[in-house]
């Protein structure tokens, strides 16, 4: 079991520019989450997908923020344009089913808009 | 104020001694309740799961709830250097996709 993969580890940018992130879940699972972490705000759900559908993208910051899940093995987070203020962590997790199996995280992208 | 309350800490804490880590919540409803440690440059990865009150034992490691009092807890028994992390409680209601967050709390154990 590989975990959930994610990349790039680092991503540095410059205000405006498009950045994508990119997931690839655990086999089987079929729920699928992005979230944030800041040192102010913690952990903030972005947007959570069952089954390849999105549920729930009320955490999405703005516009500027979409996320897609073409298949069950990839998801991707885009930013357009980025901002300073995007700069955080971002996780991928996925988990087996709805319900409440735990969640398995990646090991993050760390984003940077200068 | 918050519905999940969390000490960031650092809490600092000689090697063998026995770590207390606490959160308090607010929505009588969570009836899920979760531990996540997370180590520099790594994500979250789940540690106890307890479902309702009571407590539950793995290894070191032992997860409290007390629903009376909203307030959950994490010991850890002998402590170990590499026990030294980010540890997270995280609760919900009926879903994980719900699940509310605390803030985290440092620990370091000093060898």
């Known amino acids: 079991d590989a975990g959930v993969i994610q990349s790039p580890r680092h991503e540095v940018t410059e205000m405006g520019q498009e950045v994508t992130l990119r997931c690839k879940p655990i086999s089987g699972h079929n729920s699928l989450f992005w979230y944030r972490q800041t040192m102010m705000r913690g952990l903030e759900l972005l947007i959570y997908f069952n089954n390849n559908v999105p549920i729930d993208d009320s955490g999405m910051p703005e516009d500027r923020f979409s996320a897609k899940m073409p298949n069950a093995s990839f998801s991707t987070l885009k930013i357009q344009p980025s901002e300073p203020r995007d700069s955080a962590v971002y996780f991928c997790?996925?988990?087996?089913?709805?319900?409440?199996?735990?969640?398995?995280f990646g090991n993050g992208t760390r984003l940077t808009v200068t | 104020q918050k519905e999940v309350e969390q000490d960031p800490g650092p809490l600092s804490v000689p090697e063998g001694a026995i770590v207390s880590l606490n959160c308090t919540y607010s929505?009588?409803?969570?009836?899920?309740f979760m531990w996540y440690r997370q180590y520099s440059r790594k994500g979250p990865e789940l540690l106890m799961y307890t479902y309702s009150s009571g407590n539950k034992e793995d290894g070191r490691f032992t997860a409290q709830v007390d629903k009376s009092s909203k307030y959950i807890s994490l010991f850890i028994r002998d402590s170990q250097p590499s026990d030294s992390a980010t540890y997270l409680c995280a609760m919900s209601r009926d879903s994980n996709y719900q699940l509310i967050w605390g803030a985290g709390t440092k620990l370091i154990i000093k060898p």
């Open positions: 997790a996925s988990s087996a089913e709805t319900g409440n199996s735990p969640l398995h």
């Open positions: 929505n009588s409803a969570f009836q899920y």
